[in-house]
C-alpha cells in the first residue's frame, strides 16, 4: 500500500528500527508541516494509508472528502483532531493505540526536566555564564516544598513519584473517582480545589484534553496560586481557560510557568508572549519525542497497518466502515 507520514520534522523516523515494519509498503515521509487543505490534497492524492504524529495535522472532512484513495489513518493516542463522522462518511478507517497499559515516561522525564531547570534557573544561568558574568540570580531547593498534581493518570502518578523521590510533599487534584483512586494508593489529596492551587509550590497538568476538561483550569485558580508558585504544562494548552495563562503570568500569580504545549502548533512566532515573557520557561512540545518513544509509539501505529493489510485491523476507532 501507499503509505503517507506527515510531520515527521526532525526527519526522526527514518533512523528508528520501527521503520522496517512498513517495507512491504510504498512510504513517503513529509519532514515539513502543511496546513493548506488543498495543498495536502494534492500531496495525498495517492495516498492509501494516511501516518499521524500525534496531533501535528488536523484531519478534516473537507481534507478528507478530497483524498477518494484513502483507506486507513494508523496513529497513536487520542484524535480530537480528526473528524471521525467524515472518516466514517468516507469509507477511511481510524485506528488508534491507546496505549492504556503504560505511562509515557519520556513525558514525564520531560516535565521534570522543567520543574529542574525552572526551579534552579538554568536556562538564564547558562546564559549568564556564555555572555561571561558567571553566577545570575538565585534558585530554590525543590526538597520540603510542595507539589500538586492535577490528574491522576498514568504520567501525573509516575511525575508523583519523581516529587516524592525529592523530597517534596505531594498533593493531588483530579475528578472525584480519581482522587479517591490516588487516596487508595497511598497519595494525599488536596482538601479542596480552592486549597490545592494556593498551597502547592508547584503545580503540573496531567489530564486529557476532552470536552470536559477543556479549559478546566481557570483565571481563578491562576490568581490563587502564590507569586512563587510555577505552573507547569505537559499536557495540553487548552486545559486552561484562553488567554488566561499569560494574564495570571504578567499579574505575578503564579510567579512562573514551564510548559511544552501552546494553543497553536507549531508554534513559530517569536513574538508570542509565551515565549517572550522572563517568567515563562517554553519547549516546543517534546514531551514525548525522545528515540525510544518514538520507536515505541510507531512500532504500534505500523503494526495498525499490516494488520489492515492482512484483513485483521486492530484498535479500530469506526469499525463501522468495516460493514459497509
Not at 489513518?73 to 483532531?81: C, D, E, G, K, L
Not at 470536552?211 to 486552561?240: C, E, F, K
Not at 508572549?273 to 514525548?288: F, M
Request: with cysteine; charged share 20%.
Amino acid at each position: 500500500m501507499k503509505v503517507a507520514i506527515l510531520d515527521d520534522w526532525s526527519n526522526t523516523l527514518a533512523g528508528l528500527p520501527c521503520l522496517a515494519r512498513l517495507a512491504d509498503h510504498e512510504v513517503m515521509v513529509w519532514t515539513d508541516h502543511v496546513e493548506e487543505v488543498d495543498v495536502l490534497a494534492r500531496r495525498l492524492a495517492e495516498t492509501e494509508v494516511l501516518v499521524l504524529i500525534r496531533e501535528r495535522t488536523a484531519v478534516t472532512a473537507a481534507l478528507l472528502d478530497g483524498l477518494p484513495r484513502l483507506r486507513l489513518i494508523s496513529q497513536r493516542s487520542v484524535y480530537p483532531h480528526v473528524d471521525v463522522a467524515a472518516c466514517t462518511r468516507n469509507g477511511v478507517l481510524l485506528c488508534s493505540d491507546m496505549h492504556a497499559e503504560t505511562p509515557s515516561y519520556a513525558a514525564a522525564e520531560l516535565t521534570w526536566a522543567l520543574v529542574l531547570a525552572s526551579t534552579r534557573q538554568l536556562p538564564q544561568q547558562v546564559a549568564s555564564l556564555k555572555a561571561g558574568r558567571w553566577i545570575d540570580g538565585v534558585g530554590r531547593t525543590l526538597r520540603g516544598r510542595r507539589f500538586g498534581v492535577y490528574g491522576w493518570g498514568r504520567i501525573g502518578a509516575t511525575v508523583a513519584g519523581y516529587a516524592r523521590a525529592f523530597g517534596m510533599e505531594v498533593a493531588v487534584w483530579a475528578s472525584e473517582a480519581s482522587r479517591a483512586r490516588a487516596a487508595a494508593e497511598g497519595w494525599p489529596v488536596a482538601p479542596s480545589r480552592e486549597a490545592f492551587f494556593a498551597e502547592n509550590d508547584i503545580v503540573s497538568l496531567h489530564l486529557r484534553l476532552i470536552a470536559a476538561t477543556r479549559g478546566i483550569v481557570t483565571a481563578t485558580d491562576l490568581a490563587a496560586m502564590q507569586p512563587d508558585a510555577t505552573l507547569v504544562n505537559t499536557s495540553r494548552a487548552g486545559l486552561i481557560e484562553p488567554d488566561a495563562l499569560v494574564a495570571a503570568l504578567r499579574a505575578g500569580r503564579p510567579g512562573f510557568a514551564a510548559v511544552d504545549v501552546f494553543d497553536r502548533e507549531p508554534l513559530t512566532d517569536p513574538a508570542d508572549p509565551l515565549l517572550t515573557l522572563p517568567n515563562v520557561l517554553a519547549t516546543p512540545h517534546i514531551g514525548y519525542v525522545t528515540a525510544e518513544e518514538f520507536d515505541l509509539q510507531f512500532a504500534d501505529v505500523f503494526d495498525q497497518i499490516n494488520a489492515f493489510a492482512t484483513g485483521a485491523p486492530v484498535n479500530m476507532v469506526n469499525p463501522e466502515v468495516l460493514r459497509r
